[in-house]
């Protein structure tokens, strides 16, 4: 069996993409600037690691409302790397071909599926993906599903960095899928029971096409 099915560890995946205050500009879509993946190993109750990758997009400009949101500018994801080595980097050195994984919502699963069919690049996850959003409203008994920011204050944590921040967002993410399995929330299917394989660690967004951040507030 895969070492990386038994390991016991969750990449928990949060996303940037670039955005506007209102309509797109004519030619330009809305691609993935920044991802942000924070490694759980949910047995020891644990963030592991936390890790960046900045993403230059190829068919749009980060805007200065995506600047102020999110704090990435132009200069800054010029210095990425193109999406497709990003989706290598994923499957090569966090496993996400084979580790479970989750985020908070469908957009960054939606996201990844649109870009990589537009762009024709090989989708770096695998089928075992968890909504996080969805199963903390559940297992609170909530009404409407709550942003992460709201999420964190319903769980009596404080959000830890700059909200909109892929990086960030994905270790405030992470405390929140720890909150939930500690209290036996966490469904049972996500990650198989086994030994946690730290040497497979390596060192170490909410955004629509005219609103970043949806849903995450």
């Not at 400009?61 to 193109?82: A, K």
């Not at 709550?146 to 009596?156: D, V």
Request: charged share 25%.
């Amino acid at each position: 069996m895969d070492s990386t099915w038994t390991e016991g560890l969750v990449n928990v995946v949060d996303v940037e993409a670039t955005c506007w205050a209102g309509s797109q500009p004519p030619g330009e879509v809305s691609e993935i600037i920044e991802i942000g993946l924070t490694v759980v190993d949910l047995d020891a109750g644990e963030r592991l690691a936390r890790h960046r990758i900045l993403v230059k997009p190829a068919r749009s400009l980060v805007s200065e409302f995506c600047t102020e949101l999110t704090g990435l500018t132009q200069h800054e994801v010029d210095q990425g790397v193109t999406f497709a080595e990003a989706c290598r980097l994923l499957a090569a050195e966090h496993h996400a071909g084979t580790r479970p994984w989750a985020s908070w919502g469908d957009y960054d699963r939606h996201q990844f599926t649109r870009q990589c069919q537009a762009a024709r690049t090989p989708y770096p996850f695998g089928r075992r993906h968890t909504n996080a959003k969805a199963v903390f409203t559940q297992a609170h008994g909530l009404r409407r599903r709550p942003g992460m920011a709201q999420a964190l204050e319903i769980a009596g944590r404080r959000l830890e960095g700059r909200h909109h921040r892929g990086e960030d967002d994905a270790w405030n993410i992470a405390a929140l899928v720890l909150h939930l399995f500690a209290r036996g929330l966490w469904p049972a299917g996500t990650v198989p029971s086994g030994s946690a394989d730290r040497s497979a660690v390596p060192g170490g967004s909410r955004a629509r096409a005219s609103r970043c951040g949806e849903g995450r507030i």
